[in-house]
């Protein structure tokens, strides 16, 4: 399939260390992955649902052990640790490599070795670029058949001499005591061992399209964020885009696929990516996004036709679900699909459930793998080689006091310490306590390929590259702002759209605002508000900077950066100085 020696040279070198019995070439075919399904469903590792209702969708269950993406087991390998960063785990290469060689030693003896090449972005586009992954899951193969360009249009894009991500995924026992995670930037390589579930296996997701390719991003003068893409069009047929970034369970993937309330008039919301943006500087001096990958992989619980249609209605054909609950007619359940459970299902764990268990019948972080072509309101530029230009950029936490509902930053090297400073506060179901502040610059903590002191340079230089004569303006958004009862200000889902449009008014340069300490925030009358029950009294506190509460904040951002040393670059720390002035 490939002459490319590079290619031929490496996979020689990963099969005499992993040895499997069978090398499997994965071309892209539908007959191949027909195959692959079969395989998958006569082995017990995927469970064919209901043709008619759910048809081309599988179910698949990961171990108990080994449902979330492990943090703690994730490591970025450079030779300087202090190139790492304080913010990641680290380890030489040399010694990792050597660790990691002796877990790899045998893994697939027995088993199949897929060789899996994909593209992240469109084939074509000066953006993207080339994977190899090579795995011994079928379910790898076939959920990256839906999240990437896979086959061999990778090869044919690759080319005879293309240098490409070496991706080494093998399950081995899954045992989590020898579970890792393991990017080497320097060596454009990712190795997995002891895991068969979502993030941690589906190297070009978070592992090569965030870690490795913010790394390249940073060495070749362009951006890999975790970002949300969207188009908005008003009722004047004008159509602009934004970027966001937020924290998980935020909202990414129900922002990016928003339905605007009816009685604002004629405005559309096209989805271009939920999850990750690769972000160029276009020749018209504006920043240019793509979305690199091709499918969605969502938390399904909490994901309804309510919450979010588009979502819904992309995972009814040709999807994969991970630890969703089985129905008894071949269909797939998760809590807050429907307002009722059935009356019995086959629960994540394979037993038998019913609302009385008293159990969860999906796992929390149960998923669905869907195309993002079945997305109904997937923008016509998803495919678009050049990408989409950005008017704005937004960052968002989960913030029940100090973040107003939105605020524009003064200027680029300002919003970018609005960036460095995101935080969330932690919810009851995520961690047992409330409340607790997480620091999560640009939403990259766990995704940062590097140094993050470095990170937040590369964020300033991008902003003054004398090329980028025409910069997105920088906002943040707080959908979580809670009264002094504890109950959210602010609607959220559809109406959030009212936001949108303040922000790209404010882009046009369409409305005034009011300034404060922290930023710009909107003047009343210029929030789109028709339809809307909301009270003069909550906006106001909605919109309100609170200066003894932002106070309190700067220790914590003071303790934060502290561990940035020299790496906190002195663009930061002078908008952290002039924080401190404008609050006094
Ligand atoms: O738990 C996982 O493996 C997936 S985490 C994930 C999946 C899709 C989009 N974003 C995320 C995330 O953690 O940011
Ligand atoms: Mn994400």
């Known amino acids: 399939m490939t002459t490319n020696q590079k290619v031929l040279t490496w996979l020689e070198e990963m099969k005499a260390l992993t040895q499997p019995d069978n090398v499997v070439w994965i071309d892209g075919s539908e007959a191949q992955l027909n195959a692959l399904r079969e395989e998958g469903v006569s082995t017990g590792e995927l469970i064919k649902l209901n043709e008619e209702k759910l048809p081309g969708c599988y ?67 000066p953006f993207s670029k080339v994977g190899i992954e090579l795995t011994d899951s079928i379910y790898v193969v ?33 045992d989590p005591e020898k579970r890792y995670i393991v990017q080497f930037p320097e060596d454009n390589t990712i190795w997995s061992c002891n895991s068969a579930y979502g993030g941690n296996v589906l190297l070009g997701k978070k592992c090569f399209a965030l870690r490795i390719a913010s790394y390249m ?77 091709a499918g969605f992989f969502g938390v399904a619980p909490g994901t309804s036709e309510k919450t979010n249609y588009n979502a819904l209605e992309a995972t009814k054909k040709n999807t994969i679900f ?15 699909l429907t307002k009722e459970a059935p009356a019995h299902c086959i629960d994540w764990l394979g037993k038998e459930w019913t609302p009385e268990s008293g159990t969860k019948a999906a796992h929390p972080n149960s998923r669905f793998t869907a195309p993002a072509v079945n997305c109904p309101c997937i923008s016509p530029e998803f495919e678009a080689p050049k990408g989409v230009p950005l008017s704005a ?46 620091r999560d610059p640009m939403a990259m903590r766990p995704f940062c390929g590097y140094n993050m002191g470095d990170y937040f340079q590369h964020w300033i230089d991008m902003g003054h590259k004398p090329e980028l004569t025409n910069p997105p303006k920088i906002f943040h958004v707080n959908w979580f702002r809670r009264d002094d009862e ?32 922290i930023g710009y925030v909107p003047k009343k009358e210029d929030l789109n508000l028709a339809g809307l029950d909301i009270d003069d009294k909550t906006l106001t506190e909605l919109l309100s900077v609170d200066k003894d509460v932002w106070r309190a904040e700067l220790p914590g951002i003071k303790e934060y950066f502290s561990q940035f040393g020299d790496k906190l670059p002195a663009g930061i720390q002078e908008q952290l100085d002039a924080l401190e002035a404008r609050l006094k």
């Open 59 to 125: 179910l698949h269950r990961t171990a108990e052990n080994d449902v979330a993406r492990v943090e703690d087991r994730t490591f970025i390998c450079t030779t300087k640790r202090e190139d790492a960063g304080p913010t990641n785990n680290w380890m030489a290469p040399a010694e990792m490599y050597a660790m990691l060689k002796e877990i790899y030693n045998g893994s697939m003896k027995g088993r199949t070795m897929y060789v899996v090449p994909y593209i992240m972005g469109p084939a074509g586009s």
């Open 142 to 174: 076939l959920n990256m058949n839906i999240m990437t360009r896979m086959g061999q249009i990778a090869l044919d894009e690759l080319g005879e001499n293309g240098d490409f991500v070496k991706c080494l995924h093998a399950k081995c026992d899954v």
């Open 217 to 293: 991003g940073y060495k070749e003068g362009w951006m890999a964020e975790h970002m949300l893409i969207l188009g908005l069009t008003n009722p004047a047929g004008e159509k602009k885009y934004v970027a966001a970034a937020f924290p998980s369970a935020c909202g990414k993937t129900n922002l990016a696929m928003l339905i605007p309330p009816e009685v604002l008039g004629d405005y559309k919301i096209e989805t271009v990516g939920d999850d990750i943006a690769w972000i160029r500087i276009g020749e018209d001096g504006r920043l240019w996004a793509i979305n690199p990958e």
């Open 322 to 336: 991970t630890n969703v609950a089985l129905c008894d007619d071949g269909t797939v359940w998760w809590e807050g």
């Open 393 to 438: 950029i937004i960052f968002g936490g989960r913030r029940a006091k100090s973040a107003p509902l939105v605020y524009q930053s003064f200027d680029w090297n300002h919003g970018v310490f609005v960036g460095a400073t995101m935080a969330s506060e932690t919810t009851a179901a995520a961690t047992g306590a409330t409340g607790v502040v997480r």
């Open 486 to 517: 504890g109950n959210f200000m602010w609607p959220g889902f559809g109406d959030n759209m009212r936001v949108l449009n303040w922000i790209l008014d404010r882009c046009d340069g369409k409305v005034d605002a009011a300034e404060t300490p």
